[in-house]
């Protein structure tokens, strides 16, 4: 039975990997694939079930192969399956199943159509293992092809401007989901000191570490950086606004993501690790005043938008907000419930929804009666047309992120803009050199100046990476100071007494190799004569189709996705930091959000977006 | 230092003389000055080093040595030497951290030593001239800290409180225990320090012009020493109430240790402190009094420091506390009347005297009278009158006040000015300052003869004003200098404030400034001397003929903005159209290639695109050659092959729309759109929404704008966040010109602007303007204009650009460089366009040169066998292309049926209400305007409906729903059936139901509207109608009227399937209704009065073709008799089969179904396909469409034109005249032209002018589709339906006499203009001579067609033949249309 679940999301990933032996044209041999591999998660999972209620429905566990073992952490492939983890799972295959299904016909001859199942597939394969996972790693890697398929399938219509930009900003603010949880898996080593176990959860209350510096602030921070994690990926306040934005592509993937699967797995996630805030009652109010303030102002947005999709999605968000309510009360069983219901419903209204106007117009040829004036006296009136007014601004959350996320962001980096791309080597390698000849000669450092040396290297990386950030004219520059941030980042895990040169090589090793995929990506398009500033969007995935696929997979590789060793690298240094070194958390934080940020933006600007040569049809920006 | 020049233009007298001569020249003024000097500086000499921890004589002998040694040293002669309060932080911190005490003070004695020598070195460097590298705000920042310090410090002493309660607190906490302080006060020494402090704040204030000589310190002396006396405190007291002096004699001598070295951090820190902010202060002193000086004497600050240096130095040795110029005693000295150094010296000398001889007396001065002095100096130092002053100048300087103030008190002086100095930088770089010009000379100076210009370039500020000072230092006196202010971006207090000293300097040199362009630049404050900005950030040159003047007629402007919009009006209304009907007046390339170059559309494919369709064959190079020669020449031929097949040519894609309003970016660095469209958008979509949102806009009754400011006045929100904006929204004279003018500026532009604005999202503002002219459109009705669209939009742009670009923004045109563009002037057409041109003539010609061939064939073969026939049935159809297929098998099918093609309204113009609806429906052709209206008046099912509601309490609805929802769905993946919410073609009318077709005997009206048609009316409808049809005779017993629709599901363009000559609508209705009208009775009488008659067996049957689903229902069966019923029986078996081969037929198109299996299995496919909610292209609509054929039907019935022909049956033998045709051709342009154009373009460019695919399609408040939930509205058609659509023009063949023809279509301009201007072809086939004819130039020429014709006698064969497309690219999508073929 164990093994079963192991087995489940190798499905997907194969028929994955088929499909990409077809081409665009085979339509049919891509959509028996992808059943196919459906059918055999169908048919695993019906055996799994037989077998689950045979013995008792408990919680089931499979220990896999440890990838990666060293004295004070491991890294090991665990699957987790309980009744909640069931439940999601018999929701996604089915809802997948039947939107394959759909999209058979729906999607044909499209221009995308193996590129739209190749990420639903992919998607699957993530949502699998998230809803698996039986550590917090695992876990992690299938959240994060949950935010690179939504990416990707937001961006489906990568010629237009408004799905490629709507794409970013919605992938930028999963990553500080994503970052969310990296701290998360942080913190929780150095709480109980090594990964955890979705299946031993219940027992580790308690056995806490004895160095912990500050108890209840672990006690707090553990949960805190869950509930946001969750709070990102399931669209609660302040963070609403993505989902309407994220409805760009084909009908069908929005409903399985931003309509179903995808947007609930915040949910999962804080169902998952109940047992880490069961007893913080400051969390559980958190959550639930989230909740029904999400719930109550989702509802407000939805009820006066005219688009319908937008409606569905704040509807959505709406029962999301009622699902951690559910949640912070510990019911999680009527939240499971509630998600299976919300899932199915907005999946459905959403696939149906361009039939609303037929639908209710010819309604209205019966039953219209045009509503009454708004009175606009008295303060309930007044009232009245306030909330509607917040309610068509999506009460200001899109301006929000805007103002408070990125303006800041964006006038932090041109800060450095008079870096230019001479200065920024002469200013980034001598320091490197220097703190890398400390590194090994650690002896002639007075400690006092030793200590802070982790931060000044971090704070060199973030300056790079701001820079990178705003970056405007040379992609090549803005990809190279990725990769000295990065070599600045290990420069600062280096200083740490638990150095190991191994876990380092690690980390690198997978960004080196994406690093020199990407210049020479780059440099092909440039010497093909294509422009490749960062000042607008080339689109050059109509020329270079394959070109950009292959810099996807450098970008992937370079941001850490769990396509390289990179991120067990990532994983472990990250583990080095202290308890006591929150500057240097922060820096780090903030370095790799922003280093995820400048990834995507250099991918989009240069492969998404309208085509700049005039030989074609291109949309207009607005549409 | 602030800058006090009352004085400073009194006199122009003699300058003093200097050295000896100059004291005797001076002698008395210098001496009585040097005493009063004296005065000043010996309590607060004393007090100074008291504070500093020094021994407090050493004070005394500082300002001793500063007096009698440096006098001969120092480059300033007003200046006076002697300790300053500046100082006591630093000297205090030093001692302190040296440990205290002696040993403290004599560590700081070896500081001292140092700094003085580095002072020294300043000096000899000339380092005096880097004193401008630090901002004025921030050394005044720097100063009140100080002074801040002192006050805390002093406050302490002036009580009188013990010195162990303040050991080891820092200014800040010293300030939080004055409460404790005040508590342990001892009351007789406050007093004393009390009165003092009155005496020192007080005194200035006095006015009288004697007392006021007196010196405040003097006074206070004169006080507290007699109260001391008189207290006792010499021996009441504690013994740190008065100061210890004791003799200066016995104290001097060698007092410096230089042991402080071993202390590398500290020693270095201080010794930087002391020569850094010891010569600063010195040299702002020098400055100052420079200015105060009557005689303007020219100071040398280098000369300066290297005295201050080596007195420092000497002084130290001796154990003195360092020492400056200092500034408030030498301002005392220039204001009573010093004149020369000799005054310094005096005042020394005064000091040594006293000093040696009365220090006894100098001890009964108490603490707190000197505390009370030094006090006084803090609150000058940090007067709330600097905060003030600073905020003048400019906020920013207040800022770094603040700043370096805060650095200061909380960590020392050195980090306080370094970030005074950062946040400077900072904030130039925020006000558009590059990094390097920060630090790069600013200054280009030009000599021409007696005049210099001086062009100072992008920044001029604090950090690079040493090099323009020293550029301004080589220019000669007494020129004419022009200071050039307009290529400069910034430029600081600092740099204003030295210029300002520069030009009043030259001036008084005799010299002449003149400053050129400084009025263009911004202040930041009123202050004349604030830091400025410039407005035009570079001039540049204006092109030659430039004009901006021009005048704006809004009333044209914004009917030329309606006419070019796209005119689609609702979803549910969906009529196709021209999209370049604004064009239309052109000729049809001339206008295609205009709007190409206006608005950026692609209108023709691209050249390789033509390139391939030659190289696969489908266009054919006779065909090529015969068109290069036809429009070319011969002579032509071999070069116009070449540049069409070989030569390069790129596609540029630059249009002329956008241009003016691409400049925001390019200012401001943000994308306005990207600010204003999601908040316009959804405004707007809210506003006109027509049932998707649960709460609609509360207040659209009297249009946009007052419904916003309604909003705006009762609601505690906005949708703006600029006060402006709302105060504009709510002002009475709010007009389009004024917020044009805001945005915009130069009245030439407006135009331009608005187009630029509204064409960025033209989906939007054409269904407005489309709404505007015919609200009907909308079920619920809004009050709109366009106008007051685009000024919503205006204020939506003002709204954001206040927000984000600053309140400092100006309106696009103010830096404009360009003309104003007349967007819509003539468009030259190059070779490309030319090359094009040719390339679709060809391609259109291919196919068409193909239908002429088999039709001449045909024309040839049907003059032989002409046999009347004993037909069978008669079936009127509409004459939409998508029936050329059902025709022609039913002809197939029942060879002796006859078919029969008109436009499906069937002469009925109404308005149809439905049973218990509340709106009319128009069914006819767009430009009719019905008279009548035809109710339903009975039905046997009620028309359903379902409520539904969403929310919070959606919750529990969720719970049931979901799983019901996906039950149902997942069934209907795999058996579609018909739902509610599927458009059901056949649900508009109840198929039972009854309708009232004839009027009452007295006409009842309903708005307008006559209720059913008079018998009259009736007669001569069908009349028209028959007689136009060539159906005056010869009618079957049952004549059915097949009407046609479609039904689709999880479609919003289901409207573009239905009936294009009922407006969008199923044509069923018209069906019946005509029907009525030839089954009644009276009609009839009246027909046969007139000649027609139709005998009593002939029975009408209205039905409709559901054009999706392949299905045809008839309508009031239960009228027919018996015998005609059994015949309908008999001929329903045929009609299915005929279905059946439809079905097939379209099938083969269709990659989901497979047509090698059995056709009932296909037809029950085809069935699904209408009610699956996952099938985006439930049918193909018009996709294909090329031809229209006027003529009689046996002409084209054994043709196999694979549904891309309108078909209108007319009999060229009935109409001699012409009056039949005319009647005929009316609607036919406008109707079959207006899809095939609409059809074209889509095609040609499905991104601007089509909808894109479908798939991602949002429903936008039921009145139209956006791709996302903050795009704009996207007009045409969407991908789905003109995949497979060859984009050729219409090509219309008549089959009547040309000249007949042509004199018939000029007699209808508008109509004539179609084919005219090309956007119609027209052929027509000669009855004579069955020799086809083509209109050129306005006549008829022979044409012969040279293609080869097919002939084939299985039509199943044919249609099972051709592959599946591969892709929707028109290079595979076009491959499976089938050619023409003949059968039979």
Redesign the interface.
Known sequence: MENIIAILPLFPLVGLLIIQLFN??S?VAIYRTAMLSVFGVIGSLVVLTVLWIQNGMGSVSFDGPILYHSKESEFGVNFFLDTFGWVYLMVST??TS?IF???????????GFKRFFSNMMFFYTGLLVVLLAGNLEILFIGWEILGVTSFFLIG??RE?Y??V??ALKVVSLYRIADIALLCGIWICHHYYGHSIHFSTLETLKGSTQPHIMNESFYHFMIPAIFLLAAMVKSAQLPFSSWV??A??????S?AIFYGSLSVHIGVFLLIRTFPFWEENFVLRTMMGSIGVLT??IA?LT??????????I?Y?SI??IG?MFVWVSMGWSWLAI??F??????????L??????????????????V??K??S??GFF??????V??????EFNL?TMMFRFLWQPLKKAGN?F??LNIQTTYVLAIPPFLVGFYAVFNQEFIPKAILSYLPEAFALFGLIFILKAFVERKSALNAWVLIMVNQLYQSLTFMFNEEFDMQQVGLFLSGILISTLIGIYSINKLRIQGEKVSLNRFHGHSFEHPRLAFVFALACLGLSGFPITPTFIGEDLMLGHIHENQYPLLAMLVLNIILDGLVIFRIYSRLFLGPHT??????????? | MSSNNTQSNTSTQEVPKDWLEGLKQNFSSDLTSGFIVFLLALPLSLGIAGASGFPPIMGVLSAIIGGVFATFLTGSPLSIKGPAAGLIVIVAGAVSEFGGGTIGWQLTLGVMVVAGLIQVLFGVLKFGKYVDIFPLSAIHGMLAAIGLIIIAKQVPVLLNVDPAMMKGKGPISLILHIPEFIANLDPKVSIIGAVSLVLMMGWPLIKQKHLKKIPAPLLVLLFAIPAGVFMGLKDGSPDYTLIKVGNIAEQVGWNVDFSGVSVVGVFIKYVIMVALVGSLESLLTVKAIDMMDPFKRKSDPNKDIIAVGVANTFAAVLGGIPMISEVARSSANVQNGGKTRWANFFHGVFLLIFALAAYPLLEMIPNAALAAMLISVGVKLAHPKEFTHMYKIGPEQLAIFLTTIFFTLFEDLLIGIASGMALKMVLHVLRGASWKSLFKAAIVVEEDGDEVNIHLQEAAVFSNYMAIKSRLATIPQGKHVFIDFTKLTLIDHSVMENLHHFIEDYTNAGGQVTLVGLEEMKAVSSHPLAARKAIIKSSIELKPGFDSAGRFDEEKVLHDLRHYLPEQAALKDFVHHNSLHAFQDKEFFDAIFTATEIFGIHSTFNINEYRKLYKQGRIRPDILDRVIVDNKGIDQLGKYIHTMLEKPFTHTNSPRIGRLRKKWKHQYHFDLNDRVQPILFRVIGAYLDQGIAIDHFPLTDNGLLAGIRQLEEHSFSSFFNSKRVRQLLLSDNLSLVHLLKIVVGKEAYYEQYIFDQQFSHKGWSGIIGAIETTPETLLFSKSIVLKEFIMLELLLEIDVLDTYAGKKWQSITTQIDVAPENYFAKVEHGELHEVLKLWQLAFEWDYYDEVLAALQNVALKKVKEQEPKKKSFQALFCIDDREDSIRRHFEYIDPNCETIGAPGFFGAAINFQAFGSKFYEKNCPVPITPKHLIKEVETKNQHKTEGSNKGLFGFVRSLALGFVATSRFAIDLYKPKMRPDIADAYSHMDIHGKLKVEADANPKFENGLQIGYTVEEMADVVYGLLRNHGMTSGLTDIVYLIAHGSSSANNPHHGAHDCGACSGRPGAVNARVFAHMTNHKGVRAMLAEKGMVIEDRTQFLGAMHDTASDEIRYYDRSSLTQVNFKKHEENLKSIEKALDLNAMERARRFASIDITKDISNVRQKIKERSVSYFEPRPELGHGTNALCFVGSRPMVSDMFLDRRAFHQTYDYKSDPDGSILKAVLGPLPIVCGGINLEYYFSRMDIEKMGAGTKLPHHVMGLIGVTNSADGDLRPGLPLQMIENHDPVRLLMVIEQNPSLVLETLKSSPENYEWFDKGWIHLVVNSPEDNKLYRLENGAFVLYTPQSVVNHSNNILGLIGSTKEMESNHILDATKENIPVHIYN
């Open positions: 665009n044209k339509e089915i809802i039947l299904k759909f999209s058979k016909t729906y999607i044909h001859r499209e221009k489906f219509y237009r408004l799905p930009k709507n309407p934005r409805m760009e592509g084909p009908t069908t929005s719930a109550i509802t939805a009820r006066v938008q005219p688009s319908v999709k937008t409606q999605g509807s709406a029962q009622l419930i509630h299976a219901c919300n899932a199915f419903l907005r999946a459905y209204q696939l149906v929804s361009p039939s609303i106007l037929s639908y209710r117009i010819h309604n209205q040829f019966f039953d219209f045009k509503p004036m708004q606009t006296e009136n007044k009232l009245k047309l306030t509607y007014v917040l309610g068509l601004k899109d800060l803009s008079f040569k005039g030989y074609h049809e291109v949309a207009y920006r607005s549409s």
